[in-house]
């Protein structure tokens, strides 16, 4: 329950120590999450993996294609460490070009806005 003192978080190990008597409804918005490799979605998932193990209600939304490679596609529902993970469909245009990396971007967005 949150307020109840420090946890271990299972998988980073960290403590986590939540301040609210009550649990946060929080929503994590980025193009990439895990299990995609890049830094961006590792850190934010370490971020709600630590966020909801400290009893908050944790949804991600983020884009369906991979970083490195576009053509990977991961599922559009999925649960991963306490955290709602939402995909929503993005362009494959990848890292291959500056205009590419906007149209993706903007996709996802558009997306996430929905």
Sequence with gaps: MPGSGPKQHESTGSFVINLYPY??????????????EAAT??????????????????????????YANPSVRYPRR??????????????????SSKVGRVIDYATYLAGAAA
């Design 23 to 36: 649990p946060l409804r929080i929503t994590l918005l980025n193009q990439y999450y895990p299990p995609d």
């Design 78 to 95: 999925q649960t991963i460490d306490g955290v709602e993970v939402v995909r929503v469909r993005s362009t494959p245009f990848g890292r």
């Design 41 to 66: 979605a590792q850190l934010l998932g370490d971020l709600g993996a630590a966020l909801a193990a400290a009893g908050h209600e944790v949804r991600a939304i983020c884009g369906d294609r991979g």
